[in-house]
């Protein structure tokens, strides 16, 4: 069974910076294209950030120069960095993870989802 965990997130002050973490397990990470969605209270789930399975990384314009991601395949784990959040960060972030089962490889690539993490800024 595939798993995404989040963690990291939690009530931080305009200005300030979050950390959100997301530990994979039962999915072939190296080779897995790994993003960070978040949602906002009425608001359609949107694209963070993204890294592909070279290490190529994509940002949204709403984040870009302040957030940075990064993957460690020797720990199975991405990483998402804010800076100078604003209280228009505050949502629910998601990690994604389109990769391969290792439990059922013939199945191929499919889109997995963490539980979520709460990011709050406030003002």
């Known amino acids: 069974q595939v798993q995404l965990v989040e963690s990291g997130g939690g009530l931080v002050q305009t200005g300030g910076s979050l950390r959100v973490s997301c530990e994979a397990s039962?999915?072939?990470?190296?080779?897995?294209?790994l993003a960070w969605y978040r949602q906002a209270p009425g608001k359609q789930r949107e694209q963070v950030a993204s890294?592909?399975?070279?290490?190529?990384?994509k940002y949204a314009a709403s984040v870009k120069g302040r957030v940075a991601l990064s993957r460690d395949n020797a720990k199975d784990t991405l990483t998402l960095q804010i800076d100078r959040l604003t209280p228009e960060d505050t949502a629910v972030y998601y990690c994604n993870a389109r990769g391969r089962n290792i439990y059922d490889l013939h199945s191929g690539d499919r889109d997995y989802w963490g539980q979520g993490t709460q990011v709050t800024v406030s003002s």
């Open positions: 039962g999915i072939m990470f190296d080779s897995a294209e």
């Open positions: 890294i592909s399975r070279t290490g190529s990384t």
